[in-house]
DNA sequence: AAAGGTTCTATTGTTGACAATTATTGATAA
DNA sequence: TTATCAATAATTGTCAACAATAGAACCTTT
């Protein structure tokens, strides 16, 4: 029993119980990571060698990331790392506006005053990190993660929740990730974050929708700029 | 010629290139036909004995199936025909309301006149399909869908049109064909088309998503009362 | 007889070889 | 030179055998 409870917990870490999953968790954190740069081609056998597996595992891998869209695919002539121009980083937003609205709207219906009380101490947290550290970006990106990913668990909408985390989520990340990294002013973000986290607080599901699509629909305002610069 | 005899699905007719892709379009076919009913097992040797293939595109398949939620994975322990219950169902029509929204808004935005023209055309098409014909459901189920998928084509937003597409439209035809298929008041539902297209025509963004998210709320409202009454 | 553990079986996960297809290269002719 | 077609190489799609795992059946012990 309690090695089983220490294995368990080493394969947490690990987030997969198959090799397919393992080596998909690999090549998505590659793909993110820009390791495996936008348009580049994707070679079974390339890959398969390079983790240690055969192809069958590493074609699981390669269709699961086809489908969040990671990767894209052509029958029999190969696939190619997603190449996120600004019109596809358009796409993602405008989608994450309308599925974070509703999710914000469902979340002000459903969530817990527990969960509200939380949320309201992680912000928090989040203003003490921005206040001590001015550099640490990464941890402010995971901390913004952080609060979208609890509305959207707060909604209680299994399909909104697992197409925000198991697709746009992740392309969002990559977008950040390859274009500097800029987190978008955190304090102006905290402060959006405490007037949707207040709209919940009073259940008001109107208020709750409109504030997270404007919250969002500014930040796709400025990663365009960012892009747009970056383009010419 | 549509004929009730497409139930045997010839695979030579799929127009997918690979195996997987034609055993695919089988499988969800049967899914959303109820032939294989809500939470069976699948078995993998099983289904690719009667496919004649052997277990790895019938893998593919099984996968591709997993993503789009019509077929429910467990690792090492096999994989169920999803079952739509009531919750499940309220989770894809709040989705559908937050992107068919959105597409909406976005049609109207980016339609072409031609586009609205052959939109309205389609209207009419269905009015006079309505009141020539009381029994046609199934023509007008597939006009109803037609007209959505107007809507998201012309939104022009790649990502929510691929997700309604591959995704929530065939789950909402699982639930219809398998829930007595009753159309929705067709009458009632062409208005509502008429007023969604009115407001594309005027490129007034905002009413247009405001009625097509009206829209499926009542779709919802309607489908609920049947599902309720089937359970008790 | 019930609880707990153990073997066994059915099914999924993985592998390496083989077939089919696409893209490329090179030769030939206009 | 350039276009066209054939041969070739590189890569993906498919198959059947093997390994690993979860769940069922069975036995043992109390």
Chains 1, 2 share one sequence.
């Not at 393992?22 to 990571?33: A, F, G, L, N």
Request: charged share 25%.
């Amino acid at each position: 029993m309690i090695e089983a409870e220490t294995k368990k917990a080493d394969v947490t870490l690990i987030q997969a119980k198959t090799l397919a999953g393992k080596v998909y968790e690999c090549i998505k954190s590659d793909i993110i990571r820009g390791e495996l740069s936008q348009g580049s081609r994707i070679v079974e056998s390339e890959l398969a060698l390079k983790y240690g597996i055969s192809r069958g595992p590493l074609r699981e891998a390669i269709h699961r990331l086809e489908q969040m869209k990671l990767i894209l695919r052509v029958p029999h002539a190969g696939s190619r790392v997603v190449t996120l121009d600004i019109k596809t980083m358009h796409d993602i937003y405008n989608a994450r506006e309308a599925l974070e609205g509703m999710s914000a709207r469902l979340a002000a219906r459903h969530m817990s005053d527990e969960a509200i009380v939380s949320l309201k101490s992680l912000l928090d947290a989040h203003e003490q990190a921005i206040s001590e550290s001015e550099g640490k970006y990464y941890l402010q990106e995971e901390g913004n993660i952080d609060f979208h990913h609890r509305i959207a668990s707060a909604s209680q909408n299994q399909w909104i929740l697992e197409n925000l985390n198991g697709g746009l989520y992740q392309l969002v990340r990559m977008g950040r990730y390859q274009s500097g990294q800029q987190p978008t002013r955190p304090a102006i973000a905290l402060a959006q974050h405490r007037q949707i986290a207040s709209a919940i607080e009073q259940r008001d599901e109107e208020l709750a929708e409109l504030l997270m699509r404007r919250h969002i629909s500014g930040a796709w305002k400025i990663v365009k700029k960012i892009l747009e610069l970056k383009h010419d």
